[in-house]
């Protein structure tokens, strides 16, 4: 793997945990130079001394999405550290259950910040320096929320959704300048966010670990997906081995969007 980004400069954000801090991690030993941003500072720290630790380059950064201001300096901030940005992967999220019509409308627009308008300023925070520069890949973290209907979960489903509606217009816009924009679009990879959806369903009866387990049922694949199933997706999107990809939002589900969500209930 060591040689599939060499000398690449790649933004992260969500890097703190999870899929994030994995694909940080994943990116880093295939030899780029990592920014760590996340709206939790110490976890951001975490990440990119560990990757330091490693012996690659990282820095870190605390952004919050949602906030125009933090995802421009975030982008300054890589670019003051190492000079250019050659790919973003625009990972933070949050979860978001609720029907439409019990969801609050704070709660709506919470989600549908970080997880969709935090995307696009993401994007635009690093899209002027890849135009000047005439390449870059951009990867954003839609879901198979973004696909197909899955129960429960009306605001995080549009904002999912939206990702991969954005990453398909901005793959046209920004094409003739070098850029290709895809989206991954997970199913379950056991992560805090997961656990907390999971709280919020009482999907967890007793341990955890049964809770994922009896969720593996659902996949056609018979199991729940791992940190590197979304990572080394990323890592391919990110790399120049997917150059003549664009605007595509790729499931890495274990076949649960192709066959329906129901499968094994
Ligand atoms: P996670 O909870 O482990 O990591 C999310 C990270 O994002 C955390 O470090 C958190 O501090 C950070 N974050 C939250 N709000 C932020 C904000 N406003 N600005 C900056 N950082 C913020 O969750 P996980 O599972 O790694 O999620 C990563 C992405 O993958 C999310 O977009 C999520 O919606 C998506 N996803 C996850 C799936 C899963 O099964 N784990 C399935 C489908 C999509």
Request: charged fraction near 15%; hydrophobic fraction near 50%; glycine fraction near 12%.
């Amino acid at each position: 793997m060591s040689e599939r980004l060499a000398a690449k400069v790649i933004v992260i954000t969500g890097a703190g945990s999870g899929i994030g801090a994995h694909t940080a991690a994943t990116c880093a030993q295939a030899g780029a130079a990592v920014i760590c941003a996340d709206i939790d500072p110490e976890a951001a720290e975490r990440t990119a001394s560990a990757i330091a630790d490693s012996g690659a380059k990282s820095a870190a950064v605390q952004v919050d999405v949602s906030d125009e201001a933090a995802a421009n300096a975030m982008a300054t901030a890589a670019l003051e550290a190492f000079g250019k940005i050659d790919g973003l992967f625009a990972n933070a999220g949050i979860t978001g259950e609720g029907s439409a019509a019990s969801l609050s409308l704070a709660d709506w627009n919470r989600v549908i910040a970080v997880n969709l308008t935090g995307v696009f300023l993401s994007c635009r925070a690093v899209l002027p320096s890849m135009v000047d520069a005439g390449a870059g890949a951009i990867v954003a973290t839609s879901s198979i929320g973004g696909l197909v209907g899955v129960p429960n979960i009306a605001a995080y489903a549009a904002a999912k959704g939206g990702v991969t509606g954005l990453v398909r217009q901005m793959a046209v816009d920004y094409a003739p300048d070098g850029v290709r924009v895809n989206a991954i679009c997970p199913g379950t990879i056991p992560t805090p966010l997961v656990v907390s959806a999971y709280e919020q369903r009482n999907f967890i009866a007793g341990d955890v670990d049964d809770a994922f387990a009896r969720a593996a049922s659902r996949f056609p694949l018979g199991r729940v997906g791992t940190l590197d199933d979304a990572a080394l997706l990323t890592l391919f999107l990110l790399s120049e081995e997917s150059g003549w990809i664009t605007g595509q939002s790729l499931a890495v589900d274990g076949g649960v969007s192709t066959a329906g969500w129901q499968v094994g209930q």
